[in-house]
Each structure stands twice: as C-alpha cells, then as structure tokens.
C-alpha cells in the first residue's frame, strides 16, 4: 500500500485515482501529524510526501518517518511546486527521500519512480525476511550445539570418573592374583609343572593389567586440556629420560635434530613419543642395538609428500629407526585399535599404543602415518600445525 501525504484535497484525490487506476492500493494523509499516527498502525510500500505543509513540512515528516525502527525504510518521493531549487532537493534527499519531483510532474515518469521504488522496498523486506530468519535458524541450532556440547561434557566425565572406578576395581584384585602367584612361586618351587603354571598366570596377569592402564589412557584422550606452545625437544627428552633404562638394556643410542616449538597438549604428545620411540626399541632387529633419528621440517599443507617450505605453517616430525620394520600393506592396521603384526610370544604389547598415537595427533589437528619395508627399519611421519 502506498500513503499520499498532502495538505489539499484536490492533489490527494488526483492522486489516489491515478495509483488506483493503475492498480495501487493507496491511502491517504491531509498532514504530517495523520500522516506518522498512520504509519505507526500500517505498513506502507512507498511513501509519496509534499513539502509544502502547514504545522510540519515534508522535511520534518521524512526525519521522523526515517527516525522509527519500523518505517525507517519506506522510501520517501517528495512533490514540490513551490521548493524546486537545489538547496531544497537536496534538503529533501538529506531528510531520507529517495527522490525528489517537481510539479507539474509527467504521471507516466511518476508510475515508472514508483513501480521501481516499491519493488525495490518490497526485495529488501524480502532479503530482510529471509536474514532474520537465518539468524533465528542459526541462533536456535547455536543453542542446540551448546547443548549438545554440554551434554558431551557431561558425559565425557561420567565416562572418565567411571575408567577410573573400573581401573581401580580392576586392578585390585589382579594385584592380589599377582602377589598371591608370587608367594605360591617362591614357596612351591619343587614342582616344575605347578611353576610353569604359576609363572602363566602371573605373566597373564600383568599383561592384563597393562591392557587395562592402556584402556585408562585412551579413554582420557575424550578430555580437552589447554594447548601451550612448548618445545618439542623439551617433550622428547622427558620422553628419553622415562625410556632411559629399557634404551641402555638395548644399547640404543637417539639422536634429536633441533626442533620447533608447537601449540600442543604436552602431556598427551610426550604419549606419543613414549610409544613410537618404545616400538622402535622394542622392534630392533636381534643382536643389533637399535638407533633413532628424530629431526623436522616445515611445509604449507597438511601433508606428508608437500614440499617443505621454510616458512611454513605445518611442522613435519620423523621419528626413524634401524629396527625389523613392517610390510606397508598393514599400514592401516598398525594404527587400529588391538591389531598387532605380531605373536606376543614374540613382541609384548596390547595393540593400543599406536591407535593412542593416532588420536592424539588427530586431536591436534594433524596426521601420522609411517613409511616402511620389512628388515628395513621404519620412518613415522607426524604432521602438525604450529599454532
């Protein structure tokens, strides 16, 4: 609908018949007083506005109207047949007219200004519909996330204070299985037969207990710690130092290039550390003394084949060792949860540590695979952001 706003009759009547002959729904207004009371009760497309007004001109009409929350965008044509110099158009335009005309005014010209004008207002409330809309869209679902993310957090420590009541619930008792064996093995060591058997169930025993630290750890990887840039150096020789005894029983030597320093979880990433470089002295090849090189680079991509790039924001980690090495077929395998290449006869071991690696390189927004051939040592590759 349209609102004609002038103090004469005559120019009201000429044209409303003029929109209505042309199909326009309009309205109408003999001052600025009736003309903002109107607009405050209904909505209006376009609004064609008189300067020339007893008590409020035009001028002051427009400011009000463009003053209200909800009319602010109607637009405004002024008619003027007294006001037709500059200074006064361009009063009109500064007041919040969209256009300015001057009487006598050619009807078709006017019709033309106002299909284009109320098309125009009626694209914007459409565009504004659907935005507003959108918000409310994207506000409810912001509110779902958080939810949910509550919810997950609930959860997450539900989960976590319950590992650990099953660890300790667990462990207890396989602490007395274990120091019940070896009492019956320091006591009873006359029968061969009854000492195997003891020895399988204190072996299994601990293995299982193993098993169950492992599950613990894994399960804590679900926590969110904060992230601080630390040197990786300085996590890799904390690692060294907890390693430092089962590395001089295999006579292994490490050698560690200058590293960056990456935002990271230090004690989550010093896992990863501990169990790739315990593999790689676990899997030395016999009577050979297993060496480590560990050293790095940078590259612009999430990648492991990406060039490496100085100035990069992805830090590449090798981690390479001299040990048996494995088939790159069961690359995949390595990192799954409880899979092994192995017997356990063989290597000891309960398969999670490298799925531990995995998701916590994931978690902090990187990669890790591992290049191999069987006799041939392995090279595990982790890239991760610096930031």
């Known amino acids: 609908m349209i609102l004609i706003v002038d103090d004469k009759k005559e120019n009201l009547f000429s044209l409303k018949t003029l929109l209505q002959l042309n199909l326009y729904e309009a309205d109408t207004a003999a001052s600025g007083e009736e003309a903002l009371k109107k607009i405050l009760k209904n909505e209006y497309e376009l609004i064609i506005l008189d300067v020339q007004m007893p008590g409020m001109d035009g001028y002051e009409v427009a400011e009000n109207i463009t003053g209200y929350s909800k009319s602010k965008d109607i637009p405004i044509i002024f008619l003027s047949a007294v006001n037709i110099d500059k200074r006064f158009v361009t009063k009109g335009y500064n007041s919040g007219g969209v256009d300015y005309i001057t009487k006598p005014f050619d009807p078709d010209l006017l019709l033309l200004k106002i299909k284009t004008f109320t098309k125009l207002y009626k694209q914007t409330k459409e565009l504004n519909d659907i935005k507003l809309n959108l918000e409310q869209k994207v506000e409810k679902r912001t509110e779902e996330l958080q939810h949910a993310n509550k919810e997950l957090e609930t959860s997450n420590a539900e989960l976590q204070q319950y590992a650990f009541i099953a660890s300790h619930d667990l462990q207890e008792p396989l602490r007395k299985i274990i120091t019940f064996s070896q009492i019956l093995k320091e006591r009873f060591t006359a029968n061969k037969e009854a000492s195997q058997y003891i020895n399988r169930v204190i072996t299994s025993s601990e293995r299982m207990r193993t098993l169950i630290n492992d599950l613990l750890d894994y399960s804590k990887l679900s926590v969110t710690p904060e992230f601080i840039k630390t040197p990786l150096n300085l996590v890799i020789q904390d690692t060294i130092t907890d390693l430092e005894i089962s590395i001089k029983e295999a006579g292994g030597k490490i050698v560690v290039d200058q590293l ?82 192995h017997a356990r006869a063989e290597y000891e071991g309960t398969g999670i540590g490298l799925s531990i690696v995995k998701k916590i390189i994931e978690k902090h927004d990187g990669l890790v695979t591992a290049k191999s051939e069987e006799g041939n040592g392995a090279t595990f590759i982790i890239v991760l952001p610096i930031k």
């Open 260 to 341: 960056p320093s990456v935002k990271i979880i230090p004690e989550q990433m010093r896992q990863v550390f501990q169990n790739i470089i315990s593999n790689a002295v676990k899997f030395s090849k016999p009577g050979i003394p297993p060496f480590i090189k560990i050293w790095s680079d940078y590259t612009n991509e999430k990648s492991t084949e990406s060039e490496p790039s100085s100035k990069g924001t992805y830090c590449r980690i090798y981690i390479c060792d001299n040990g048996i090495g494995f088939n790159e077929q069961y690359l995949d395998k390595i990192f799954a949860m409880f899979q092994r290449l």
